[in-house]
Nanobody
Framework: QVRLEESGGGSVQAGGSLKLSCVVS????????MAWFRQAPGKEREGVVG???????RYADSVKGRFTISKDNEKDTLYLQMDSLKAEDTAMYYC??????????????????WGQGTQVSVSS
């Protein structure tokens, strides 16, 4: 059974930083593509950044230059470093995985496995 468990969310002031982690289990981590999505209250789920099994990445325009995705294959862990946070980054952040998603897709329906989410709140 595929399991994704996020952590690292919290409350910060605008301009601050947070680093999210997602520990994965139940599948061959290295062969899966992964991504981070987020959903703010009253808004649709939004793709933040995706990373394919070969390391290709794709960022949403809204986070380019501020967020960085990375993987630690030894620890089966996905990370999202978030810098220069803005109030509009406030949302529940989800880690997702799939073995056959189009490369770096930021479309939520393309992804099969989802974590429970971790809340990020940025105050201005």
């Amino acid at each position: 059974q595929v399991r994704l468990e996020e952590s690292g969310g919290g409350s910060v002031q605008a301009g601050g930083s947070l680093k999210l982690s997602c520990v994965v289990s139940g599948y061959t981590y290295k062969t899966y593509s992964m991504a981070w999505f987020r959903q703010a209250p009253g808004k649709e789920r939004e793709g933040v950044v995706g990373i394919s099994s070969d390391g290709t990445t794709r960022y949403a325009d809204s986070v380019k230059g501020r967020f960085t995705i990375s993987k630690d294959n030894e620890k089966d862990t996905l990370y999202l470093q978030m810098d220069s946070l803005k109030a509009e980054d406030t949302a529940m952040y989800y880690c997702v995985a799939d073995s056959s998603v189009p490369i770096c897709s930021l479309v939520s329906v393309d992804w099969q496995y989802w974590g429970q989410g971790t809340q990020v709140s940025v105050s201005s």
